[in-house]
């Protein structure tokens, strides 16, 4: 049912090892509402993996990563300017490395800020009159 997969959501944090200590990545996998609203219903819904790091030098970064039509779609944003510049220069590198492993690049980009925030699913909020 198309109401189950809309509450669907996996959330991890992973410590990692770096230079200074250690850091978390946050992780959240949930349906792609954006994939199934464009795709046929006769195929399954996609995956959003969105993913979250603040470590110092690169500052707060987010990525976005999605496949749609065949392809795979990564959105990162960097709270700095200089570590989203770093983050453009390698998004070549990033093209390259998706069809290594067998997957279709498709848009491929990088923002200075945060990501939008994610609508409100359907009936999750209601309002009421007084």
Known sequence: AAGTHA??????????????????????IEPDRASRDQEDDERSAGFRINLALDIEPLG???ASVSEAGGRTHVSLFAEREATARVLRE????????????ALEPGELNCRVGSPPHARAA??????RAT
């Open 60 to 62: 707060p970064v987010r």
């Open 122 to 127: 359907p009936g999750l909020f209601v309002d």
């Open 7 to 28: 509450t669907q959501r996996l959330v991890l944090d992973v410590p990692i090892a770096i230079a200074q200590g250690h850091a978390v990545i946050a992780f959240e």
């Open 90 to 101: 390698g998004l070549p590198a990033l093209q390259g490395q998706l069809a290594e492993v």
